[in-house]
């Protein structure tokens, strides 16, 4: 009967292509929406999952995500230093800073300062200039030295060429190298490597320096340290010691990097209309699916009710009829959902190294799987009604 069920879907082959059009659209779409803000999600946060150093994150207990600043006592670094359970404990600097550029525009930046002697928290990975020099770390503890992320030195701190009418050639943009100089904030910096981070929220250019010469790019302000990174001892439980530094200091909260991560994603889920605007694009793509396959699946039941008729008066149950109508249904969505998450993959790799933000974690492929089962078993259920009320006499009809 299996072998008779899909010569039945595969021969009105108009109504076969239409429900695995509506299911890979269905699949593409959800796929497509849900990925793009999994990735938008995962730039909120794309500091904190880029300095993996350390095992815990002190600051103000009034932050509510990684971007909002609320700076600390250099006093409050002594005391978190002296908590029984941790290794280390050193300052970090995150800030919005402009740099001037060479025709006079500003572009304001995200400036990261590093603790002076250890150089923790700094880029996950360094890479080659235009030139092909590559940068270190330790380049750093040169005079008036700053490190740049690669998309900024490419793009937006990129030196730039105008014709004689004043607009931009794009032609002509050159990228920042090492050894070029920036303006921050009235200081001078020298370019001594590009590194590969995560873009941030607002694509930003990410310029990371030492602590000490951040704090003077930075506005004078009566306090600058923006967070406390710490390091637990070796077998000491995470958990415990944020509650331990929560209790021993004044007014600091500790989140594992986990933790700050979701909160940062909770914030923006809570009080942004990201969430809504995706949420009614993934549900539209479920509904559109399922109004494609359901009506196209039971277009193609009504013109096989013959079939289906001649089938019961020969004494075949409706168990066995029910299973030729999943199958048709499995087939159909197997190859809807094969066919429009590989495409959606193929979009996000294609535009892998844009601005657009795509992340496919395994996790959203198999909530993909499980709206179009849905889908899948909506447009079986209005086939297999009809069945069960079908008489075998319609064959005998005229």
């Not at 008779?4 to 879907?9: H, I, R």
């Not at 280390?88 to 304001?108: C, E, H, S, V």
């Amino acid at each position: 009967m299996n072998f008779v069920a899909l010569k039945m879907l595969i021969g009105d082959r108009a109504k076969y292509l239409g429900i695995i059009m509506g299911l890979t659209f269905a699949s593409l779409l959800i796929t497509q929406q849900a990925a793009i803000f999994c990735g938008l999600m995962g730039r909120t946060y794309g500091f904190v999952a880029d300095t993996h150093q350390p095992d815990i994150w002190v600051m103000d207990n009034k932050v509510q995500f990684i971007d909002d600043i609320k700076p600390l006592q250099d006093t409050q670094l002594l005391r978190v230093r002296g908590i029984e359970g941790v290794e280390w404990a050193l300052p970090l600097y995150k800030g919005l800073i402009k740099a001037r550029l060479d025709n006079g525009n500003f572009q304001t930046c995200n400036v990261i300062g590093l603790d002076d002697a250890t150089l923790m928290g700094g880029p996950p990975k360094m890479v080659p200039d235009r030139t092909g020099r590559v940068g270190v770390l330790n380049d750093l503890r040169l005079a008036e030295s700053v490190i740049v992320d690669k998309v900024g030195a490419d793009d937006k701190l990129a030196r730039k060429f105008y014709d004689e009418q004043g607009k931009e050639v794009p032609a002509k943009k050159t990228p920042l190298k090492i050894g070029d100089i920036l303006e921050l904030n009235d200081h001078r910096a020298v370019v001594v490597g590009l590194c590969e981070t995560t873009r941030t929220f607002q694509s930003q250019p990410v310029v990371y320096t030492t602590y000490n010469r951040a704090t003077r790019f930075a506005p004078q302000e009566r306090k600058l340290l923006s967070f406390i990174i710490v390091k637990a001892k070796p077998g000491q439980n995470i958990q415990t010691l944020c509650n331990r530094i929560e209790e021993r200091s004044n007014g600091l909260m500790a989140r594992t990097s986990e933790q700050f991560e979701w909160m940062t994603v909770y914030y923006f889920m809570k009080y942004t209309g990201i969430p809504i605007n995706f949420g009614i694009a993934v549900a539209l793509g479920f509904v559109v699916g399922t109004a494609i396959a359901g009506q196209t699946f039971y277009n193609f039941t009504l013109d096989n009710l013959r079939h289906f008729g001649a089938l019961k008066a020969m004494g075949t149950p409706n168990s066995t009829l029910f299973r030729m109508v999943l199958l048709q249904a499995s087939l159909t969505g197997v190859l809807g959902y094969g066919i429009g998450v590989g495409a959606a993959a193929l979009f996000g790799w294609s535009a892998g190294k844009s601005e657009l933000a795509f992340k496919l974690p395994p996790l959203l492929l198999v909530g993909t799987g499980v709206a179009v089962t849905l889908i899948c078993v909506f447009a079986s259920m209005l086939s297999l009604w009809k069945l069960i009320r079908l008489e075998p006499a319609i064959v005998f009809k005229g």
